[in-house]
């Protein structure tokens, strides 16, 4: 099988525009493990697209191809493939946008179908379909062009987030702990001049977690349980994690971050679940149907000396699952740490596999 993996950010998407340092290391990172991991199979061909900011270090049977400025050229090289694994932010609908393209074109997605993705990237209708089947979701309302900001943090309570409707990552998302914070965000955003529309939320004090998820449109399978590390401050920031996280509510997490993907028909593949962990709750703050940075440390964790490459390869599995298999994962073997740039440090072996060392 041809498969095209297409990173948006390091691949060709923001040609001749500026791109921020972390978003470019974040997706540079993701797309050299994916693009290593196809390739270690050895049964399929791997292109790649990269443009010259982000050079693409891979093994020599993985094809490279330069993307222009042109979108067409995206188009013909889709066209060219059996196979699109895609890795965008829903920013703009961005990664909606891509996967559409590739249904039009009659090829498979080794990912969420555009469908969606855009019922999940839509966090102003998330805490509706979250709440129709019980699962915890902060106090969340859309800020129209009516809404007196002030005073519905007021009613809400602070501190508050305040975050675009479609969005990833911590792009954009800010934190007031009073009137004159969100004062001085209001300020901000409106200075940006941005369309995108923003919403208001009740902040969760608790750890910040992610759950990696394979689902293959019907049910899923829970990877691991992830420490995020986010810094909060005035506007929030992602730097790495590491995993497994062990925690007092870990079984409610994944119990949870599973329940989270069957209210969402249509996801498959490697899906990613944010969360919070409060002292009682796991409360889901949004769920990426993509893969995310936290594949760098679980590609990693999964890895034991004794073990069969593929048994244990992310993508492999990933591959699978959008095929309609969906098997039980092996467990973890390494306690690892990760970094949004692509540094994995893995600091331990686990149970049986540090017995056997």
Not at 102 to 131: C, F, M, T, Y
Not at 286 to 293: A, G, K, S
Not at 321 to 340: E, H, N, Y
Request: glycine letters at 8%.
């Amino acid at each position: 099988m041809r498969i095209l993996v297409h990173e948006f950010v390091s691949g060709g998407g923001l040609a001749g525009k500026a791109v921020p340092r972390s978003l470019a290391r974040e997706g540079s990172a993701m797309r050299a493990a994916l693009v290593a991991d196809l390739a270690a199979l050895g049964r399929h061909q791997v292109v790649a697209t990269v443009e010259p900011r982000f050079p693409l270090d891979a093994p020599p049977d993985v094809e490279r191809i330069m993307l222009g400025q042109s979108g067409r050229r995206l188009d013909d090289l889709i066209a060219s493939t059996d196979a699109v694994w895609l890795v965008a932010p829903e920013t703009d609908r961005c990664l909606e946008r891509l996967a559409s393209r590739v249904e039009q074109r009659g090829k498979a997605l080794l990912g969420s179908g555009s469908a969606a993705i855009r019922h999940a990237s839509d966090k102003a209708n998330l805490p509706r379909v979250l709440a129709r089947h019980g699962i915890a979701h902060p106090p969340t309302h859309l800020l129209r062009p009516t809404t007196d900001w002030l005073a519905l943090a007021r009613v809400v309570g602070y501190p508050v987030v305040v975050k675009p409707r479609r969005g990833a990552g911590c792009e954009r998302v800010y934190f007031a702990r009073d009137d004159r914070e969100l004062r001085q965000i209001i300020g901000s955003v409106r200075r940006t001049r941005s369309r995108t529309s923003f919403l208001l939320q009740g902040y969760i004090a608790g750890t910040a977690a992610s759950v990696s998820v394979l689902t293959n449109g019907h049910a899923a399978v829970a990877l691991s349980l992830n420490a995020q590390a986010v810094r909060v401050s005035r506007a929030f920031s992602y730097s790495g994690g590491r995993t497994p996280l062990r925690h007092p509510l870990a079984a409610l997490a994944i119990e949870t971050a599973l329940r989270a993907c069957d209210a969402l028909p249509g996801l498959r593949g490697f899906v990613g679940v944010d969360m919070v962990l409060s002292k009682s709750e796991a409360v889901v703050i949004e769920v990426n149907p993509r893969l995310t940075t936290a594949y760098l440390g679980v590609r990693a964790a999964l890895r034991g000396r004794k073990h069969t490459e593929e048994g244990r390869n992310v993508a492999a599995m990933t591959l699978d699952a959008c095929a309609g298999t969906l098997l039980i994962p092996p467990p973890l073997v390494r306690r690892v740490r990760f970094s949004a740039d692509g540094l994995v440090v893995s600091t331990a072996l686990l149970g049986s596999a540090a017995q056997r060392s």
